[in-house]
């Protein structure tokens, strides 16, 4: 199976309009974040997906724990699919799904050790994908996403292949690894920011490359 394709780090109508010219189903948008590359204002978020066509994939990165937050949040956006990048402190998946029973539920779990792989296994029976990560919400100032690392694709493969729903796999992507993390992990999705930009813009000849080593699987 080809990897669907996310584009994440979407700061503008004409980069969702590449990154969807070039292969993406999906595209991610960043609110705000204690740390990390490409937020954008709630209002962007909601000009960018409201001008992206069916069937792609727009998805609201939220770091907010709470379930009514996180349903805020949303209202505010009215993305397709809610990307919750930390773990859920207040309430339920179950009470989220019946709040926006037509909103996709993504979690993301930071790929740290063996207990990231129970965590993600107990979720995976609760939301429609996970993604994983190579952030740490352990330090200080919390790192929820958009390190440019690579964590162990080991573990990711466990999870993938025990997961309860799909895998997207997120994490220091680049052109030149990810056709390796394909064959390693094979997740039903692949994540990329900061592997196709420069200087933090999208970098139109890194993202052709990019697409085309994910959808030569």
Known sequence: MI????????????????????????????????????????????????????????????????????????????TNTIQIVDALAEGTYAQLREALPSVKIVQVIHVIDKNSVKEALRISESVD????DSGNPNLQIKELGGTGRVHN?????????????????????????????????????????????VNGNLDIQKLEKFCDEVLRS
Do not use: Y
């Open 3 to 78: 990897p669907r394709i996310k584009i994440c780090c979407i700061k503008s109508v004409e980069e969702a309009k590449i990154a969807i010219s070039l292969g993406a189903s999906a595209i991610g948008l960043v609110a705000k974040m204690p740390s990390g590359p490409g937020p954008i204002s709630d209002q962007l978020i909601r000009e960018i997906a409201s001008s992206v066509p069916p069937p792609i994939a727009t998805f609201l990165l939220t770091c907010e724990t709470s379930v009514a937050e996180i349903i805020k949040h949303h209202q505010r956006t009215q």
């Open 129 to 132: 994908a996970i993604l994983l």
């Open 153 to 197: 694709w080991q573990l990711s493969r466990q999870i993938r292949i025990n997961s309860d729903c799909p895998v997207f796999l997120a994490g220091g992507l680049t052109p030149e690894n990810v056709r390796q993390a394909i064959e390693e992990v094979g997740p039903f999705g692949i994540d990329v920011c900061s592997g196709v930009r």
